[in-house]
């Protein structure tokens, strides 16, 4: 997994890589001179999502929600000898190289899905926000239950579900799918529908 992180005019100003081999290791761009091995704490599972944040003074990495690189950048620490003039840069994004094989797990950070209980007769709104992506996704699909409802489409990064005149038959489970690159990432929620309490004179 290699990942770069861009200035504005697309210069490159620092990365981290990671190799998944026998004992997995990781580089930090302009600051490391050789891999180094991960922690023994890198979880199991076959499916990692990482978490990746730069910053001009340091590199914090998580592993499903596991920390497993937190470097101040130093001159003691890099071996790289201009590291400073390529981490002082402002970043505008980063993305993968070219011939990177990370699944879309590898690449949306967090996919965002409140709930709701709503009064019977009211409105509310379900929002669904993607963060933390290389690209903008492809689509962002709605389902209440098995039912299909909407599509948007246009690289969103939200969608709004908008609930009106609520009744009980919107209390359900709600979906959204997430399509980068024909990969999909879902997130869910329930909504409850409350009746009106009418007290008497």
Same mark, same amino acid.
């Given at each position: 997994m290699r990942v770069y992180f861009q200035d504005d005019n697309g210069n490159v100003a620092g990365g981290f890589f990671v190799h998944f081999?026998?004992?997995?290791?990781?580089w930090v761009r302009y600051c490391s001179t050789s891999y180094k091995p991960l922690p023994d704490?890198?979880?199991?599972?076959?499916?990692? #999502? !990482?978490?990746?944040?730069?910053?001009?003074?340091?590199?914090?990495?998580?592993?499903?929600?596991?920390?497993?690189? $937190?470097?101040?950048? %130093?001159?003691? #620490?890099? @071996?790289?000898?201009? !590291?400073?003039?390529? !981490?002082s840069r402002e970043i505008s994004q980063f993305y993968f190289h070219t011939y990177d094989t990370a699944s879309i797990s590898y690449r949306i950070t967090e996919i965002t899905?409140?709930?709701?209980? #709503?009064a019977e007769g009211g409105s509310g709104a379900l929002t669904c926000s993607v963060s933390d992506f290389s690209s903008p996704p492809d689509s962002i699909t709605w389902y209440k239950g098995d039912s299909r409802i909407r599509v948007d489409? @246009?690289?969103?990064?939200?969608? =709004?579900?908008?609930?009106?005149?609520? /009744?009980?038959?919107?209390? /359900? %489970?709600?979906?959204?799918?997430? /399509?980068? $690159? @024909?990969?999909?990432?879902?997130?869910?929620?329930? =909504?409850?529908?409350? @009746? #009106?309490?009418?007290?008497?004179?």
């Open positions: 081999q026998q004992t997995p290791s990781y704490n890198l979880p199991k599972e076959q499916n990692k #999502l !990482w978490r990746i944040k730069r910053t001009d003074k340091g590199l914090k990495v998580t592993c499903n929600g596991v920390t497993v690189v $937190d470097e101040v950048l %130093s001159e003691q #620490l890099c @071996g790289y000898s201009d !590291w400073r003039s390529y !981490w899905l409140p709930g709701f209980t #709503l489409t @246009g690289s969103p990064t939200s969608s =709004v579900l908008e609930l009106d005149s609520v /009744s009980p038959s919107d209390a /359900s %489970s709600y979906f959204c799918d997430v /399509s980068i $690159d @024909g990969n999909v990432m879902r997130a869910s929620t329930q =909504v409850v529908v409350v @009746g #009106l309490t009418v007290t008497p004179p």
